[in-house]
Structures are given as structure tokens and as C-alpha cells.
């Protein structure tokens, strides 16, 4: 539901025009130095209005700790971390309650819950939320440091054009929102972490990245172009002893355990569901279809904001592992 993880444990709450969002960090090792200026350049990238095509909508973001650090460290006690809402227009929400959005939760959490869910601003299903697991992302990160371990993400396509520019450009003209492709790369990772079968490394992370809003698919290596390459081609040569390969078809997982080479996957994001656009959707009062348009603040294009969010989580699942494995004992 809300928790992922087994040793390094996170549980994410709070909704997008609540009174905060916030995460709660279990198992993170006891003497990590921490503090609120760790979280600025991940939190900075992550934000709308920062960049081109991203929803006007800022806040201020600064983490609020409230258990699990004492003098700059972390204690070894769950870790907690507020981020206050404070700059909402939840009327924008109020007047299209009628119609459920096309590709937002709206019905589904309405059926779901029967009607008592936070529908301002997409509640507890917002985009909002990924700002806690960016924040558990930072701490991850830090840990995963201390073994020399350090994941990258970066955007390959932006509605279908390899240059981002030119992508936000058609969906500026066409007035519309577009989607993207990223790509993350983890450097340093040993040989041996995750399982076969339920808990490989190619479920675990596909667990935690479809926690992001708008992610629709993920490919591991050469994914998807495998199915038209013959074996021989697709097969990684080892090179030597410590398992490096010549080649990286297998994105550095093989058996569902990583095999000492790069760690490589990319996700596909869809467009922006809040599109300016006129859309078809049925209204629940009048029992009636009909013509509408969303109104808000919403991103031109998601993908934008999405690589360091897949950098977080990708790190909270590495450091999981890592941890599962007594790869990272203590932090001194």
C-alpha cells in the first residue's frame, strides 16, 4: 500500500492540498550526517516552475525533521520528514468535481473509497507526494555513497524527439502535454544482490519505479529490441574474473542478481494527463457525457521532473539490497 522496502524501509503519506506530505524513513544506519542542505539540489531539480514545461505551482519544499536526527546524524530511529502545502488553489478542483479527469484517479478513488477521498489537487495519487521520495532518495543516496555506489538519471526523448527542446516545442504548437523516455545508470554495484524468481532486481525496481505517477512501462538493457536479436548477439561475453562483460544487452542483471556491470533501464512516461485540450468525460450529477477542460496549474511535460525522482528510488531499493546483503554494516 504505502510502505516499500525490507530492511531499509519507507512509508509515504500526507496529500497535495493537505496540510503536508511526509515520509518515514526505518532502517537507515546510525551516524549518517545529515542535514537540510543535503536535500537543496535533489529537491531544486525536482521542482515546478524551475524549468520550461513544468507547472507554475512552487513551494518552498524545505524538510521539516521530526524524529530520527539529533546534532546533524542520524540515530538509527525511524526517520521522519514533513514538507508543508502552502501555495494550493483547491477551488480549481471544487468546480470539476462532477467529471472525473481522463487518466487521473478520479473515479477510481471515488468507486474505490466511496466518495470520501481528497480530490483537491489529486490527493493522496499526486505527483506531490514524490517529493518524500526524493527526500528518502537523498538519504539513500548517502549511504549507497559510502560504498562508492551512484545511480544517474537523464532524459533520452521528450514527446518522441531525442532533443528536449524541440519535443516541449510540438507541445507548445499542438497545445497539448507530451511525454518522455528516461534512462537511469547505477555505477558500482558488486556482484550478488537480489534474488531469482519474486524479489530479482528487475521486480523490485519496477515495484518502486511504477510508484511514480505516470510511469506507463520499463525496460531493462536493450529490453524491448531484444525480442528481434539472436542469441549470440544478445548474449553479454564475460571478459574476466569479477564478471564484466564486453557487452551490456542484459542491463547488468542476470537470474534477477546483479552481475558487477552497469545497471541500465528506462521507463517510458505518458503525457501529462491535465492537458489544455478539450476532453470527453462523463459527469456523475447529470449522468450525462460531456465537453470539458481541466483547469490548474499542471506540467507540460511530467517527464521533466522525472530523473531525479528515479534516481530516489532507484537508490532506496539499492540500499535495500545492499543492506539485505550486509554489504553496509555501519556508518562512521
Not at 497539448?176 to 537480489?194: K, M, Y
Request: charge should be negative.
Amino acid at each position: 500500500m504505502n510502505s516499500l522496502g525490507q530492511l531499509f524501509r519507507i512509508h509515504i503519506f500526507g496529500e497535495s492540498h493537505g496540510e503536508s506530505v511526509g515520509i518515514v524513513i526505518d532502517g537507515c544506519p546510525a551516524g549518517l550526517p545529515i542535514s537540510e542542505a543535503d536535500f537543496t539540489e535533489d529537491i531544486e531539480r525536482r521542482k515546478g516552475g524551475v524549468q520550461k514545461g513544468t507547472t507554475p505551482r512552487k513551494e518552498d519544499d524545505l524538510p521539516i525533521f521530526k524524529s530520527g536526527i539529533f546534532n546533524d546524524k542520524t540515530t538509527g530511529a525511524p526517520i521522519t520528514i514533513l514538507f508543508e502545502n502552502n501555495n494550493t488553489r483547491s477551488g480549481d478542483y471544487e468546480k470539476q468535481r462532477a467529471v472525473p479527469r481522463p487518466g487521473h484517479a478520479d473515479f477510481t478513488a471515488n468507486v474505490k473509497y466511496g466518495g470520501h477521498e481528497d480530490f483537491r489537487g489529486g490527493g493522496h495519487f499526486s505527483g506531490r507526494l514524490t517529493v518524500c521520495l526524493v527526500a528518502a532518495g537523498v538519504i539513500a543516496k548517502k549511504i549507497l555513497a559510502t560504498a562508492d555506489i551512484k545511480a544517474v538519471a537523464k532524459i533520452t526523448e521528450i514527446g518522441g524527439e531525442t532533443d528536449p527542446e524541440k519535443g516541449l516545442e510540438k507541445a507548445i504548437e499542438a497545445k497539448d502535454s507530451v511525454g518522455g523516455i528516461v534512462e537511469c545508470t547505477v555505477t558500482g554495484l558488486p556482484v550478488g544482490l537480489g534474488e531469482h524468481f519474486f524479489d530479482s532486481v528487475e521486480s523490485l525496481i519496477s515495484h518502486a519505479v511504477f510508484a511514480i505517477p505516470a510511469v506507463r512501462g520499463i525496460e531493462f538493457g536493450t529490453g524491448f529490441a531484444a525480442a528481434s536479436m539472436f542469441g549470440v548477439e544478445h548474449n553479454d561475453p564475460i571478459a574476466d574474473a569479477s564478471g564484466k562483460t564486453t557487452t551490456n544487452h542484459a542491463g547488468g542483471v542476470v537470474g534477477g542478481i546483479t552481475n558487477g556491470n552497469d545497471l541500465v533501464y528506462r521507463i517510458a512516461v505518458k503525457p501529462t494527463s491535465s492537458t489544455p485540450k478539450e476532453q470527453v468525460s462523463w459527469n456523475r450529477e447529470t449522468n450525462q457525457t460531456e465537453t470539458f477542460s481541466v483547469k490548474g496549474r499542471h506540467d507540460l511535460c511530467i517527464a521533466l521532473r522525472v530523473p531525479v525522482i528515479l534516481e530516489a528510488v532507484t537508490a532506496i531499493i539499492m540500499t535495500d539490497l545492499m543492506l539485505l546483503e550486509q554489504r553496509i554494516k555501519r556508518i562512521i
